[in-house]
């Protein structure tokens, strides 16, 4: 099987990336919220420069697919208009900034975010590795753990915060106000310290091979907290709804947007902001035991350029044979973009059908090769 190509790179609003089905532009939101007004705009843009399909991205940024070199111009324009772009793509490209869904009014998070951008768009930002990220995740327990991240800001148990590189235990203490001063030097010094070779690299990866960060980032120690299972609901900060596979169109979107304001997750679900109800649209999953929740499936063939076969309609017919605490992730190809981490079953397309894998990731050695077709009692079976 050819490997698949890493490029390295997230795509942006101003540097798309190709795919099989067009552009696929990348819309980050500030703050990780869109007023209603905002997504209310962005689902007319979506379907007049696109061709409607949107995806929440595992960072929490909203993707536009199908978009046109043609309308690309007039796409970017229109949200440039609504102060949704950077100064130019390298601007954008550093600001991967991933919030928790759960915040509230006052609590540090939105300040952080603001101030940390504003400090990756100044001229003299370090420049970074086109995946390096930031996790704000300071509500009393880290949701955000299972997210990509480079450098997090969590909460301590007495109430402060703590600045961490991924790959560490320890950090250093700081306030909201004082935290994207913190990050910053942990980024410097990342960039100083042989972090980025090539134009890429991680700060894991630099961790891993022993070098030390600054004595002030080993003085205190990160929180303790468990895995965080996401699931449709209400919380005090509003309703969580899923969509499948992530996807979102332009009505549904519009529709959630005459409910609230909404923050976007990473894990293929949207919060509407304030709701004290669930909402009952089309497309919209509510109710935690939907089989569609224990399925992750990419683009897949045709949409994506590397993909060997098809994922989604093959995941949906699935989905209703994977266990209720089971996870079934559908992969067109090795690289697994859509569920990076294992899962409990994962089918990776190969140019003959799907390898089958038992509680791994999608380049894991497969159990079962090239399945085809691959059928409801091969997940009995393997489960
Ligand atoms: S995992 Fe899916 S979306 Fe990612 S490159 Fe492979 S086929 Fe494309």
Redesign the pocket.
């Known amino acids: 099987m050819s490997a698949?190509v890493i490029q390295g790179w997230c795509p942006g609003a101003l540097r798309p990336m190709p795919s099989g089905d067009g552009l696929v532009v990348r819309i980050r939101l500030h703050g990780g919220r869109m007023t209603p007004d905002q997504a209310r705009r962005i689902a007319d843009l979506a379907a007049t420069h696109g061709n409607g399909l949107m995806d929440l991205s595992a960072r929490a940024n909203l993707q536009l697919r199908g978009v046109t070199p043609a309308s690309h111009g007039p796409l970017v324009a229109a949200l440039t208009d609504m102060g949704l772009i950077d100064r130019d793509a390298q601007a954008e490209a550093r600001r991967n900034v991933l919030v928790s869904p759960f915040w509230n009014e006052g609590d540090g998070t939105q300040r952080i975010a603001a101030d940390l951008a504003q400090r990756l768009a100044a001229p003299d930002a370090p420049a970074l590795p086109g995946k390096f990220g930031y996790a704000i995740d300071i509500g009393p327990a880290p949701v955000l753990r299972e997210a990509s991240a480079d450098i997090r800001v969590e909460r301590l148990a007495d109430g402060a915060l703590i600045v961490r590189a991924e790959g560490m235990e320890s950090g250093a203490r700081t306030l909201p106000e004082r935290a994207a001063e913190t990050i910053l030097r942990l980024v410097r010094w990342f960039a100083s310290s042989g972090g980025i070779c090539e134009g890429r690299g991680r700060m894991a990866g630099l961790i891993t091979r022993g070098i030390a960060a600054p004595e002030t980032f080993h003085e205190v120690c990160a929180p303790v907290a468990g895995a965080y299972q996401p699931v449709p609901g209400l919380v005090k900060t509003g309703a969580l709804v899923g969509l499948g596979f992530g996807q979102i169109d332009p009505a549904t979107l519009a529709a959630l947007a005459g409910l609230g304001p909404l923050r976007l997750t990473p894990w293929r679900m949207l919060m509407v902001e304030g709701a004290l109800r669930m909402p009952d649209l089309p497309g919209v999953l509510t109710d935690p035991s939907d089989p569609m929740l224990r399925v992750v499936a990419?683009?897949?063939a045709p949409g994506?350029l590397?993909?060997h076969q098809p994922?989604r309609d093959l995941a949906r017919r699935l989905a209703p044979h994977v266990p209720p605490d089971g996870l079934l992730h559908v992969?067109?190809?090795a690289?697994?973009?859509?569920h990076p981490g294992p899962a409990a079953l994962t089918l990776t397309?190969t140019p003959r059908g799907f390898d089958l894998i038992r509680r791994g990731a999608?380049a894991a050695a497969p159990d079962l090769t090239d399945l085809s077709p691959v059928t409801p009692a091969h997940i009995s079976k393997a489960t």
Request: hydrophobic share 25%.
């Open positions: 698949p990419c683009t897949g994506c590397q993909a994922t992969s067109g190809c690289k697994g973009c859509a397309a999608a």
